[in-house]
């Protein structure tokens, strides 16, 4: 079991750039494969980010595709997620999430384990 806690939420204006991390406990951290889901009031949850157990392979949604970077050090049981060129449309609460299928992308969020979120809210 895993056991993720985030950070770096908070507010910015848009065009702005926010750097979210997600720690992990545990000993086997790169066992895992890794993502960041969002969900905004009223909505459904929504996939964001996804990178497997060494890190070579990522993938994103059109809606964030190239402002939006995913990248793990196994060192140090993290996992991050550089936002930049926010919009108001990305306002949610943001979740990192692990799955035990290490050798799949989770493009969905249909993960075993998940954190308990952080607010990133983007003014206009």
């Known amino acids: 079991q895993v056991q993720l806690v985030e950070s770096g939420g908070g507010l910015v204006q848009a065009g702005g750039s926010l750097r979210l991390s997600c720690a992990a406990s545990g000993r086997t951290f790169s066992s895992y494969t890794m993502g960041w889901l969002r969900q905004a009031p009223g909505k459904e949850r929504e996939f964001v980010a996804a990178?497997?157990?060494?890190?070579?392979?990522?993938y994103y949604p059109d809606s964030v595709k190239g402002r939006f970077t995913i990248s793990r050090d196994n060192a140090k049981n993290t996992v991050y997620l550089q936002m930049n060129s926010l919009k108001p449309e990305d306002t949610a609460v943001y979740y990192c999430?692990?799955?035990?299928?290490?050798?799949?992308?989770?493009?969905?969020?249909?993960?075993?384990?998940w954190g308990q979120g952080t607010q990133v809210t983007v003014s206009s």
């Open positions: 990178i497997s157990w060494s890190g070579s392979n990522t």
């Open positions: 999430a692990a799955d035990r299928r290490r050798h799949y992308l989770i493009k969905n969020d249909d993960y075993d384990y």
